[in-house]
């Protein structure tokens, strides 16, 4: 019944910008954690950041000073701010919702960043 539908994929060249969208189909806030995964060919899915109900955040080593997840509460919209990309942040990324209950997901969309 929930549904997080991402968007804002695609390529891009070493040292640009993309900004990743996650609309879920319910208000975001009965989430208490949210964040962002991906997922490298040839390696397990990782955590690339959380943001909690309490605006706590978490990132990765690999991507801090680069990646802000941030959210529209009015909009149902949860976002990951790219920066200075790497090749090495080419992977499929997928949206996470969860609750005390279950954890939600999204279908996945492709980042790739070329050199």
């Known amino acids: 019944q929930v549904q997080l539908v991402e968007s804002g994929g695609g390529l891009v060249q070493a040292g640009g910008s993309l900004r990743l969208s996650c609309a879920a189909s319910r208000s975001i806030v009965s989430f208490n954690t949210m964040g962002w995964y991906r997922q490298a060919p040839g390696k397990q899915r990782e955590l690339v950041a959380t943001l909690t109900r309490t605006d706590t955040t978490y990132y990765a080593d690999s991507v801090k000073g680069r990646f802000s997840i941030s959210r529209d509460n009015v909009k149902n919209t949860v976002y990951l701010q790219m920066n200075s990309l790497k090749p090495e942040d080419t992977a499929v990324y997928y949206c996470?919702?969860?609750?005390?209950?279950?954890?939600?997901w999204g279908q996945g969309t492709q980042v790739t960043v070329s050199s």
């Open positions: 996470n919702g969860a609750t005390i209950l279950r954890t939600y």
